[in-house]
């Protein structure tokens, strides 16, 4: 297998019917492949199409339940908490986002937790969901354990990212969606496969000591022998470990902890060898800037501030300040146009599901 | 003039009695001096009594009005937007997160933005004071420009701090105080004093570049010769630096935009020489923890959160785990105890306020 090209339609449509013969409901296995090739076009490959093996994996192995609907279990007019039942982590997230985004249009503010829920696929999707109501969307969501808190061996924290998307006028809206790590796992893993060395301050060895060596992390990590990713900041508390360390603990308190949820190390779907519900915690928030000010005026205050960020001298040789979530806008336009790149790894595991559910998939090369 | 040693009580209440002097309320110079006070209780010294000079030169500069009361411009039953009227940071903050206390305690949650205020102290007084009222704190506020965006020459943004405190029962509560940038500006200023480098990847010189060189660094971001701190995850993006440029300015834009305040590099004291109103922004937000379930409950999962750091396995050479406010809490009991030491500078400024108001000051040594 190698590297193929593929319009992003049709990888949308081919990841959709695939959940549905899995047994996701369509709207359910709508929002499954729209979230990863939406990730996939913005250039998110470690979030994309290449994790349809782990969603599919879920539901045989039974941690994810293809066709159960999410539950309110509390509300008033602006909170609620949601059981998402151990389905489908996209179908509970958009569930919990939409009722933010209703409750943040009449209310102001909207604020849906969700427990009991899968891997909903990345944090962003969600939050740029309220920018078509013209809202501030923010979402956070813990994870499986990875990362290793400040002075600690084991990895029992998640990557726990933070995203917040902000409405725009001139300037497209900002989309800010960082994991509380110093890097993902996908980058140890894009350097394990090119055989290089990671900066020493990613990743920590089985000793809990700083590491070149991305293979014998990602197999420290898999067989739980000891260290993991370091928190943003890095090793120690020199340059602020203890600070990404508070990150991640506090989107694990605000989705896993006050929601009923898993949290820290047992959000994982294998423990002592046998099949568990992950129980992923999702934490939704949606402001309405036209409480504060008229929305025109807020949106050109977002303006000027990117603005003003674009107008900063640069650095000694750096060409080009970026704002987030611009790099991934011009990747989607790019990629909407010429194709979706997929790897060859990520190619097998989709044919093999063409041939197992007996679906055509068509690639642009 | 040397090291001293005071009494808290002794402190707190001279502190207060040069506010007043100044023309503040007692109530509004009680939050001042009770603020201040509890910063050096903590061990946070950068942000304890050493600003009463900044807080005394902005009332005699005109900035900070010392008697003026904030006024709630838009309200719902959750949500609410508070104009400072450019009166004292501190006791603005308080009538926020008051506010915020107040309707979170009514219907699980409470938001209030604040705008045209000025330096409020050490963010994480706020979030603690839900802690009192089992509840979960929020306090996030922008501030002067001292960082430097990724790829960025200029320091446009503030070193804009995150806190969050939760309430635990067996364990201390959870307080998290952090500011997004690698370190805060008084780091810099002790390397100074004692002559010593820091760190490469702190704070950059002149041309954007990562220096060493702590004197040459205050001195480029005092008089805007460009450079300055670095978010947090350090220069450029390998480390993730744009994730800490991120989280600076979603504190920018939730506490300054949103609500209508200077943001970026507005927020000064002196602009082009002549002094100008900062009106900082601040946002507070509370969450009940009753609301997702019983508070008892929820202070349970938080005391085991808590322990399952504790019982981590340690890194090689590191002989404790720490969570964030556990040591501020530590030096809290210890200097409640022993007394509040203020450094030779911070001795002299006080005195010199005794002097000039006719006030006692009292120290232990």
Redesign the interface.
């Known amino acids: 297998m190698s590297e193929r090209l593929i319009h992003w339609k049709n990888l949308y449509s081919f990841v959709k019917r695939v959940m549905m013969k899995c047994g996701v409901p369509e709207e359910s296995a709508h929002h499954v492949a729209d979230n990863l090739v939406v990730s996939n076009l913005r250039g998110i490959d470690s979030h994309g199409v290449g994790r349809v093996k782990r969603y599919v994996g879920g539901i045989k192995d039974g941690y994810i339940i293809p066709d159960i609907a999410p539950e309110v279990v509390?509300e008033?007019s602006?909170?609620a908490?949601v059981d998402a039942r151990n389905g489908v982590g996209q179908n509970a997230g958009m569930f919990g986002m939409n009722l933010a985004i209703e409750n943040g249009r009449k209310?102001?503010?909207g604020?849906v937790?969700v427990f009991n829920s899968n891997h909903y696929g990345f944090a962003g999707y969600y939050a740029m969901k309220a920018l078509e109501h013209d809202l501030?969307g923010i979402s956070l969501t813990n994870s499986e354990p990875l990362v290793?808190?400040?002075?600690?061996?084991?990895a029992?924290l998640g990557t726990n990212p933070?995203s917040?998307a902000?409405p725009g006028s001139r300037n497209r809206p900002?989309v800010?969606d960082?994991?509380?790590s110093?890097?993902p796992r996908g980058k140890l893993e894009v350097y394990d496969r090119l055989g290089q060395k990671t900066?020493l301050?990613?990743a920590?060895d089985e000793?809990?000591?700083s590491t070149e060596d991305p293979a014998k992390v990602l197999n420290n990590v898999l067989h739980g022998y000891?260290g993991g990713i370091l928190p943003?900041?890095?090793e120690g508390e020199?340059?602020?470990g203890?600070?990404?360390y508070?990150?991640s603990?506090?989107v694990?308190?605000l989705s896993g902890?006050?929601?009923?949820s898993n949290?820290?190390?047992d959000v994982i779907f294998r423990k002592e060898g046998a099949v568990n519900h992950p129980r992923v915690g999702h934490f939704f928030m949606v402001?309405d800037?036209a409480?504060?000010?008229g929305i025109d005026a807020?949106k050109k205050?977002?303006d000027d501030?990117i603005d003003?960020?674009y107008k900063?001298?640069?650095?000694?040789n750096?060409p080009?300040?970026?704002v987030?979530g611009e790099k991934e806008f011009e990747m989607h336009d790019k990629r909407a146009k010429d194709g979706v790149p997929l790897d060859a790894k990520t190619v097998e595991s989709l044919t093999g599901f063409a041939d197992e559910y007996d679906e055509e998939i068509e690639f642009m090369d």
């Not at 900063?312 to 000694?316: G, Q, R, T, Y």
């Open positions: 509390k008033n602006v909170l908490n209310e102001g503010i604020l937790t501030i290793v808190p400040t002075f600690a061996k084991d029992i933070i917040i902000v900002w800010m960082l994991a509380t110093v890097v900066p301050g990613w920590t000793r809990g000591i000891g943003l900041g890095g020199l340059h602020g203890h600070k990404g508070g990150l603990m506090m694990d308190v902890v006050l929601s009923g949290f820290g190390p402001l800037p409480f504060f000010m807020f205050r977002m501030y003003l960020l900063c001298d640069k650095a000694e750096c080009r300040i970026y987030h």
